[in-house]
DNA sequence: ATGCCTTTGAAGTAC
DNA sequence: GTACTTCAAAGGCAT
């Protein structure tokens, strides 16, 4: 099923490659917050297509895909120079997208000829881990069997939004340069460097997010980000405000007695 | 084992 | 149309 719809995909756009603005969506134009003294931007013209860098943490494909199925975001396997959005250096960003190896946009499994068949990382099983619990059928009715099933489905998730490209590609750097590993501490910081970025920087992750959603809308023509809503277990609305004003200790370790102001309105200096 | 924290942006829901 | 909510990633930490 995704194999052949993943199949069809990577023949359209190996030689179709979808023009720059012809997505379905409306060109998203970076915020404007702190950029009022910039000009009006508009996207860069990507180069062509299949212009490649390489990754600092290339992995080899696994032996065995059907043995294991797990998100492997970063983990881009070495596909003879596909790599996308792996390279430490900001400097480096490509300027265009890699289609087929972006993390979050590899091909799926199966991929007829693909010496890999490595897994699409944007399908995981439910809560990211494959099942293998034993099944004893004489214990479960239909009704249960089918809800398991469902259950099962592999989940398709969200493509990733510029900022999120963004903090990806950053993190490593970010981490090697202030010995920080807590993700919410280097969110917070990749947070205020996202806004130190000028209109033309940001616009390069604003036009890949794009390209992200573009290729995502083709791979799974039906998927909604409805799909995925309840999945993840929350807290409850009340409690979850709760806790950001609350008593629990911030992603630095400390307690502040009020939340923190939003990362647009701190000072620019930019860790 | 599971959810929270923390960030921004896209997309969904509710009114 | 506007406001609010959820989820994408990440990994340490709390429960």
New binding site residues.
């Given amino acids: 099923m995704y194999k052949d719809t993943v199949y069809s995909a990577f023949n359209l756009l190996m030689h179709y490659p979808p023009a720059s603005g012809a997505g379905q ?1 409306p060109q ?1 134009q ?2 404007l917050h702190n950029k009022a003294s910039q000009p009006a931007h508009s996207v860069p013209q990507l180069s062509p297509l299949y212009e490649h860098f390489s990754s600092p943490h290339p992995t080899p494909a696994p032996a065995d895909i059907s043995q294991k199925q797990v ?1 492997r ?2 983990q881009t396997p070495d596909l003879s120079g596909f790599y996308s959005l792996t390279s430490g250096s900001m400097g480096q960003l490509p300027h265009t997208v890699s289609w087929f190896t972006h ?2 946009l590899m091909l799926g499994s199966g991929v007829p000829g693909h010496p890999a068949a490595i897994p699409h990382p944007a399908i995981v099983p439910p ?1 990211g881990k494959q099942e293998l619990q034993p099944y004893d059928r004489s214990l479960k009715t239909q009704a249960e069997s089918k809800a398991e099933k469902e259950a099962k489905k592999p ?1 398709i ?2 493509p ?5 490209l963004y ?2 590609e950053m ?1 490593a750097k970010v981490i090697a340069e202030c010995t920080l ?4 501490a280097i ?2 910081i ?2 205020r460097r ?2 130190a970025l000028s209109r033309e920087e940001q616009a390069k992750y ?1 036009e890949l ?1 794009r390209k992200e ?1 573009q290729l995502h809308m083709q791979l799974y023509p039906g998927w ?3 799909d ?8 409850s ?1 009340e ?2 405000q709760e ?2 004003t609350g008593g ?4 630095f370790g400390t307690y502040p007695e009020k939340a ?1 102001a ?3 309105f701190l000072p620019m200096t930019v860790l």
């Fill in positions: 969506h998203p970076p915020p998100h975001p970063l993390p979050s809560s989940t998730k969200k990733l939004n510029a900022f999120m903090m990806k993190r590993k807590e993700s919410a969110n917070q990749l947070g996202w806004h604003y997010a959603r909604s980000a409805r995925n809503y309840g999945k993840k277990k929350r807290r609305r409690k979850h806790s950001n629990k200790r911030n992603a923190a939003p990362a647009q």
